[in-house]
T-cell receptor
Framework: TQLLEQSPQFLSIQEGENLTVYCNSS?????LQWYRQEPGEGPVLLVT?????EVKKLKRLTFQFGDARKDSSLHITAAQPGDTGLYLCADSGGTSYGKLTFGQGTILTVHP | KAGVTQTPRYLIKTRGQQVTLSCSPISGHRSVSWYQQTPGQGLQFLFE???????NKGNFPGRFSGRQFSNSRSEMNVSTLELGDSALYLC??????????????FGPGTRLLVL
């Protein structure tokens, strides 16, 4: 059974600071997805990475996928209060129909 | 395009009762997956339906069941509720016709409280 570990569990920072959250898998990712979930809502997909070593940028968010495809990081530059939420990494599990395996998530709070 | 909708949004039940939750996928999506989210266990996969057939199932007891209708709407049922079933139940829809990294679009969830 694949296990995804995310760190840190909680992160509380001031607006304008930079931060990095991590996701490590017990086995090679089929494809890695990062989601953000806000209170009272379902998770929303931020990015999908498939290739080892891949780097994707989404405005102030930078996603890196490890060469061995077993780890990933999400870096946020100049965090804003609107970045507050639960950040989840997930693996699609290859051919496993409709199943995403999620990490426990990182709860990010950005204070104005 | 309307997103995934779930009804009801909130529900309070007592132990031993049963509950039915509903999910309407994005128009044109034929795959619906269900997840349970709790503070202790995080997001866990319950099952997936495509064209009225369950194609995948997670490690949950038989008290958890689901079905999908010809219009792709899906329901999940939990019988003989236990306190530990208190959770946010999320459904997600996608285009996928095969396994893989298809994007799943999540609904806002149904928050179930079992007393």
């Amino acid at each position: 059974t694949q296990l995804l570990e995310q760190s840190p569990q909680f992160l509380s920072i001031q607006e304008g600071e930079n931060l990095t959250v991590y996701c490590n898998s017990s086995s090679v990712f089929s494809s890695l997805q990062w989601y953000r979930q806000e209170p009272g809502e379902g998770p929303v997909l931020l990015v999908t990475v498939v290739t080892g070593g891949e780097v994707k940028k989404l405005k102030r968010l930078t996603f890196q996928f490890g060469d061995a495809r077993k780890d990933s990081s999400l870096h946020i530059t100049a965090a804003q209060p609107g970045d507050t939420g639960l950040y989840l990494c997930a693996d699609s599990g290859g051919t496993s129909y409709g199943k995403l395996t999620f990490g426990q998530g990182t709860i990010l709070t950005v204070h104005p | 395009k309307a997103g995934v909708t779930q009804t009801p949004r909130y529900l309070i039940k007592t132990r031993g009762q049963q509950v039915t939750l509903s999910c309407s996928p994005i128009s044109g999506h034929r795959s619906v997956s269900w997840y349970q989210q709790t503070p202790g266990q995080g997001l866990q996969f319950l099952f997936e339906y495509f064209s009225e057939t369950q194609r995948n199932k997670g490690n949950f007891p038989g008290r958890f069941s689901g079905r999908q209708f010809s219009n792709s709407r899906s329901e999940m049922n939990v019988s003989t509720l236990e306190l530990g079933d208190s959770a946010l139940y999320l459904c997600a829809s996608s285009w996928t016709t095969s396994g893989g990294a298809e994007t799943q679009y999540f609904g806002p969830g149904t928050r179930l409280l079992v007393l």
